[in-house]
Every structure is written in C-alpha cells, then in structure tokens.
C-alpha cells in the first residue's frame, strides 16, 4: 500500500473546491447535494461542512448489470428521496473511471427536470474514460491505478483510511480482503 494523496493534500484541495463552489452558487436558494453512496460519502461530509450557501442532501446508490465487460448498463439500487425538479443540483463523487456511472446519473438528474446539474469529483481517472463527462469541479486528476481510502474501498475494506493509496496486490503486506 503506498500512499497517493495524503490527507493534508485533500483537505487543502477540499477547502479550495468548497470555496469556488461557494462563490459560484452563492445566489442560488435551491441547491440540493446528491452523494452517490457510498464511496463519495467521506468526501461529501467534508466538503460540505466547507459550504456557506443552504443546501439540502441525498443520496443514490447504483451498481453496474453483470461484467465488466458490459458496463454500459447501470441498476440504480437507492433512488433519491427529493424531487429534484427546478433545483441546482451537484453530484458528488469519489471517483470518475469510465464515466458510464455518471453518465447515466446525469441523464437522469436532467431528465427529471433540474434547473441545473453539475458534477463534483474528488478523483479523476482520465485515461481510463470511454464516456465523455464533464467534471465542474476536480479534486485531482490520477494515474490508471485502483486506488482505496477516503472512501473508496477494495471488495468494503480501506474505505476508512484518511488518505488515498495505491493498493498494490502483489505487495506481501496487504491484508487479505474478507
Ligand atoms: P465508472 O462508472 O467506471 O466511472 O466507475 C465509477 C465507480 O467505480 C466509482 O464510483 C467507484 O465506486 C468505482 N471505482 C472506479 N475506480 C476505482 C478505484 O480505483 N478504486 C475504487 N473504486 C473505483
Ligand atoms: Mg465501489
């Protein structure tokens, strides 16, 4: 396990999002914060207890059909409890990959009538991307390494660590998952 970004690294960074996205929604009333659950949770929390500007939360939860051979095809498991009907929404999370999650996510927060729909993403796998997303708002961009911590997890284990690794599976150390 060898450490990417390390905690001080995300809360300077964190603070640094927080404030444009304080700036740029200061005049909206109806900003309403979607966590896709659950890799995007500790960033969330962090971030937002950054934010001035009143807000709501709530969360989705989805996971991909099958193989990752098809990963076109994305099940939501936790819908949204608000409408989010003529709100700003921003959707926070973790990690854009292939971006076939967040594409489907966006079309669906679109369709279902937001004012205005923007993406937080606290990591950006850029060369791993087979949909085009755009991210509003980057934490970092990163390498094609599968990496852990922070929220993001290997098989439910790491999502604890205050920083983000690297999981290296050869390494003899790494705890056996499960
Ligand atoms: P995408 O649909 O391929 O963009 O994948 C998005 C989801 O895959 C993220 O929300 C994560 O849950 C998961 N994921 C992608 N890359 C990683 C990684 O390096 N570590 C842990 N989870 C990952
Ligand atoms: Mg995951």
């Known amino acids: ?7 001080e690294d995300l809360e300077r960074r964190i603070a640094e999002l927080a404030a444009e996205i304080d700036r740029d929604y200061a005049a909206s009333d109806r900003l309403v914060c ?13 971030l937002l207890k950054r934010l001035k500007v009143p807000l709501a939360i709530d969360f989705f939860q989805t996971s991909s059909y099958g193989s990752s ?14 409408s989010i009907r003529g709100k700003d929404v921003l ?5 854009v990959d292939t971006g076939y999650t967040l594409r489907t996510i966006l079309d669906l927060l679109r369709f279902r009538g937001a004012r205005s ?20 708002y980057r934490g970092f961009e990163i390498e094609k390494l599968f990496v852990v911590g922070y929220g993001l997890d290997f098989d439910e284990h790491y999502r ?14 790494v705890p056996s998952p499960s």
């Open 117 to 136: 729909v923007r993406l937080c993403a606290l990591l950006d796998k850029a060369a791993a991307r087979e949909v085009e997303v755009k991210i509003d």
């Open 1 to 7: 396990m060898r450490i990417l970004i390390p905690q």
């Open 69 to 82: 051979t098809s990963p076109g095809e994305v099940r939501i498991r936790k819908d949204l409890d608000l």
């Open 91 to 95: 959707l926070i999370e973790d990690i």
């Open 34 to 46: 979607i966590g896709v659950l659950k890799g995007s949770v500790f960033f969330m929390v962090d």
């Open 160 to 173: 604890n660590l205050p920083y983000i690794a690297v999981l290296d599976e050869d390494a003899p150390d």
